[in-house]
């Protein structure tokens, strides 16, 4: 990036919070602290009225309006981008939201990144899962809660069990993995770590009790997630015949990389759990051989000597 464009984006990052500390410009622009300083200088000296210091951080004088904004080609599509994102894995409140954040960035926006905007959103969409989506007012609640530092009261449905039951937690975080919701919070029932599924909290229930517990970190937990789950790799193998006949269901389930060699493609993928991936290899048992790992031709097997057919 250069710097009339580290410029401007700085200028965004000071016009969008209250305060900016020098060590998030830093980090953000992999530049040095004194880096930050000049350029902050430059943006003074441009006539930019700068308020704040070094220790409480730095921002735009209450009051002071910037120009109408502009936006690259690349940030206009990531802005759409995003927007099927919204729309594809989150519910209609969601959706609304965002919907009104558009129109208020359309509306401070010059009409030639307006006509740009309409232009690249009527070619750009996502395929809808048909999976039921969250109440995403449930991340709002939880969320404000969190904010709060209070605690909260879960129906939860647990499916070992076949059954709901109350829990009352200390909410630290949500998360989106693999098209679903999770929030991880502190259980007092089992006086432990817990990641619940959004989709299975059938009611919440709001306490005016805090959270006194001195809880880790939400970047620590995701950190220790990806690490525990480890991904697996599989290779198939398919005649270039009957490619054609694999549904674009390879995709969901970790198609990485399509090798194609003389008469045949190796798929490569990565997966989360070798045991669900045979249930969807199973389909394709008569086209398709296991190159790698033999557990999967273990696996595909015990559950071909178990099935109710």
Not at 72 to 99: G, M
């Amino acid at each position: 990036m250069n710097r009339v464009d580290r410029l401007s984006a700085i200028l965004n990052m000071l016009q969008s919070s209250s305060s900016v500390k020098v060590m998030s410009i830093a980090d953000r622009f992999q530049i040095s602290k004194r880096t930050v300083y000049r350029d902050l200088q430059a943006l003074a000296e441009s006539g930019i009225p700068i308020a704040g210091d070094g220790y409480e951080g730095y921002s735009l004088v209450e009051g002071y309006k910037l120009p109408p904004l502009m936006f690259t080609r690349s940030e206009t599509l990531a802005l759409l981008v995003a927007k099927q994102i919204v729309n594809t894995y989150t519910d209609s409140l969601i959706n609304l939201n965002y919907n009104s954040a558009m129109d208020k960035i359309k509306a401070v926006i010059k009409s030639t990144e307006k006509d740009h905007i309409n232009e690249v959103s009527d070619i750009i969409n996502a395929c809808h899962s048909n999976l039921p989506i969250q109440s995403l007012s449930t991340i709002d609640t939880i969320v404000d809660q969190i904010i709060k530092n209070k605690r909260i009261r879960i129906q939860y449905f647990s499916y070992h069990v076949q059954c709901e039951n109350e829990r009352e937690i200390d909410p630290i975080g949500v998360f989106f993995s693999q098209s679903n919701w999770y929030l991880i919070a502190y259980c007092h029932g089992k006086r432990d770590y817990r990641t619940f599924h959004l989709r299975r909290i059938r009611n919440i229930i709001l306490t005016e009790t805090p959270i006194n517990h001195d809880h880790p970190s939400f970047k620590t937990f995701l950190k220790k997630l990806g690490h525990e789950a480890k991904m697996q790799k599989i290779i198939l193998r398919t005649s270039k015949q009957n490619y054609s006949i694999m549904d674009e269901d390879r995709y969901y389930h970790g198609l990485i990389e399509e090798r194609s060699q003389d008469d045949y493609i190796d798929l490569h993928f990565m997966t989360f759990s070798i045991r669900h991936f045979a249930r969807w290899y199973l389909s394709y048992t008569d086209i398709a051989e296991v190159i790698y790992p033999d557990e999967l031709k273990q696996i595909a097997r015990q559950l071909i000597d178990n099935s109710l057919l």
